[in-house]
């Protein structure tokens, strides 16, 4: 990933002040480990490095019978990070997320409180004759518009080239 962090910094169209990363699901870890890695990162759409906090938390539980293993409304301790990203952060939490609603609150509150810049957003749910599904455009066009207001104003591109 800093290979490609390297090769948009050398382009002359990219503003290397504004490079962005969004990870989701896996990616997210992946995404987190560069953005603690890596000061080009301008701001992260990602896990913040929770996952493997996480999932050592919840293998302790599985392999101790000690607490539950799934989420109750009830935080089962603070997690603050080793080390907090050194950008602002956004954490989409929702079905295609890796963490649960309340260990991102968790992590943001241990942001807060070192001033770092965290936020939280989860997709509402739409109704559909199937069943609830989560609105996850509306999310997209969410994170597009927190990356704007965290990296500025980018130039116009033309949506379309015609051949």
Sequence with gaps: LQCWLDYLEARPDVDARRIAIYG???????????????????????????????MRRASLRWMTGFGQAVPDGASTGSLPPSRRLPCPLLMVVGSRSMIWEQDALDLQAGYRQTGADCSVVVPNNVRHPLGEVENFIAVDDFVFEWLGSKLGTARQLDAVTYL
């Design 24 to 54: 989701e699901g896996e990616g997210a870890s992946h995404a987190s480990r560069l953005a603690l890695s890596d000061r080009r990162i301008a701001a992260a759409v990602c896990d913040g490095g929770l996952l493997t906090p996480v």
